[in-house]
């Protein structure tokens, strides 16, 4: 029914309590922790001597401990270390080669009466429990949920038996199914993040299922008012003076990531131009947004949004807040290119790769991946999810050309002092110019070149070059 906070006072400890307020007729009970606080009970984490060790007396004042069950066969000798905390190990399964072993020890046990074998629901079991173990039994026997186990399989049912009652959940693998009147609220939470059909359909694979769990996805995503908002890839644009200079900036709606294009003049052809090399870069989107500028409104623009295949829509020509997300951009870009005069492509990257208020920056969520700005930051930072796999398959790309390049390949000897050598001009590209080594200057171990001086009629020039630009 709810919870609310005493104060419990017990002999001169006095400490406040949360109570949980409950219609069931239980048993008020105090946690172990509270008990402890007002000393109620005394934890023994060591054992003492304080009685006479004397073999009589602890015989003749445990006398039940050594009889029955506690008589031990032989001689026992046991020291105790006072430096050792106590452990409390949790219970283990019993190996299966100990299985009749234990057997025989519980029978024993039971003969001595020091255990019962318990046939019905003990206290803890209460009528919540049985309830819904009873519409358990029921829901897996029926379809359509019979239909989905395998009768061939072993199949396992768990329903929880504490006093915090729960009810019976079933699963299909590592899956919880979910039942009828709950799965509205699972697709609320599968749909949280509105990321959409595919990674949706990936999150609840891996922990829920029901019958036609796909198709719920689909019509939840389709119905959705900010999932269509966003499904298609949506930018503006606008045009704006700073500096002298004409511009043309595009953001996209969903990173808010700005593109600034510098313009030599307004026309419509310069900018389509301006837009080409955007959308060459990024992508087509499905949506551009402008205003009713002269250079939108031109039949050119019109035949470029035509062959590039987006949709193009104008703001109210008494209305330019419509296109605010552009008119914000232009904001933006118009300050770093003020404030930023001597370096503006430092100021944008700075601003690109900043997080917005959702935690991500501009540059991560359009290209899926953070961008390295003038800050430090760790390398493991930079590495997409799937690189490690496009570096390994590059590597052995290369290794793979490697092989072949080197099976019609030989390696070369090096040039000596008296070889008569032809060196190629790159500007005339030929061989004319020969001349005679006359000193071997050693490697250049970085690239693995030869270091060669070669006379040319009196003219002496240091080469550090490969062997295909200096022929014997």
């Not at 002298?244 to 990531?257: A, E, F, H, Q, W």
């Not at 390696?411 to 061989?431: E, F, K, M, N, T």
């Amino acid at each position: 029914m709810g919870q609310f906070t005493a104060t419990v006072c017990h002999k001169n400890t006095q400490i406040d309590l949360m109570f949980v307020v409950t219609t069931e007729d239980v048993q008020s009970i105090v946690g172990l922790k509270a008990c402890d606080q007002l000393h109620l009970v005394r934890r023994v984490l060591s054992v003492g001597s304080e009685l006479p060790l004397d073999g009589d007396v602890v015989f003749q004042n445990y006398a039940d401990v050594f009889q029955g069950l506690g008589d031990l066969t032989g001689v026992h000798h046991i020291k105790l270390d006072n430096d050792v905390p106590p452990v409390v190990h949790a219970c283990r399964r019993v190996p299966f080669a100990l299985h009749d072993r234990l057997k025989e020890e519980l029978n024993r046990m039971e003969k001595l009466d020091v255990i019962t074998k318990v046939n019905e629901p003990t206290d803890w079991w209460l009528p919540q429990q049985e309830h819904t173990w009873l519409s358990l039994k029921q829901v897996v026997s029926q379809e359509p949920v019979l239909k989905f186990f395998d009768p061939g399989r072993k199949i396992k049912i768990s329903s929880d038996a504490s006093q915090n009652e729960l009810d019976g959940v079933i699963f299909k693998g590592v899956r919880v199914v979910i039942p009828t009147s709950l799965r509205k609220y699972m697709l609320d939470k599968i749909n949280a993040g509105h990321l959409g059909m595919e990674k949706c359909k990936r999150r609840s694979r891996e922990t829920v299922f029901w019958p036609r769990l796909n198709h719920d996805i689909d019509d939840i995503v389709s119905n959705c008012s900010m999932c269509q908002t966003y499904r298609n890839r949506k930018v503006a644009a606008d045009l704006f003076y700073c500096g002298g200079k004409d511009y043309l900036v595009i953001v996209d709606y969903l990173s808010n990531y700005p593109e600034v294009c510098s313009l030599t003049d307004t026309s419509s052809r310069r900018v389509i131009t301006a837009m080409k090399t955007v959308f060459a870069r990024h992508g087509i989107p499905d949506e551009v947004f402008t205003d009713n500028g002269p250079q939108f409104r031109s039949h050119e623009f019109r035949q470029f949004a035509h062959d590039w295949q987006f949709k193009h829509n104008t703001s109210s020509p008494n209305y330019p807040q419509s296109n605010g997300l552009a008119e914000k951009a232009v904001q933006i870009v118009k300050n770093i290119l003020l404030k930023e005069n001597q370096d503006p492509y430092m100021g944008s990257l700075a601003y690109r790769s900043s997080p917005l208020d959702c935690g991500q920056s501009p540059a991560e969520i359009l290209m899926g991946r953070r961008i390295r700005a003038n800050l430090p930051i760790q390398e493991k930072l930079l590495q997409v999810s799937r690189s490690r796999k496009v570096v390994k398959f590059k590597e052995n790309q290369k290794l793979k050309q490697k092989h072949y390049y080197d099976r019609s390949t030989k390696p070369l000897s090096r040039l000596q002092c008296g070889d008569r050598v032809a060196v190629r001009d790159h500007r005339r590209c030929d061989w004319s110019q020969r001349g005679t080594v006359v000193q071997d200057a050693g490697q250049d171990l970085t690239m693995f070149r030869q270091i060669v001086v070669v006379n040319f009629d009196r003219i002496v020039v240091i080469f550090c070059c490969h062997h295909a630009h200096l022929d014997q």
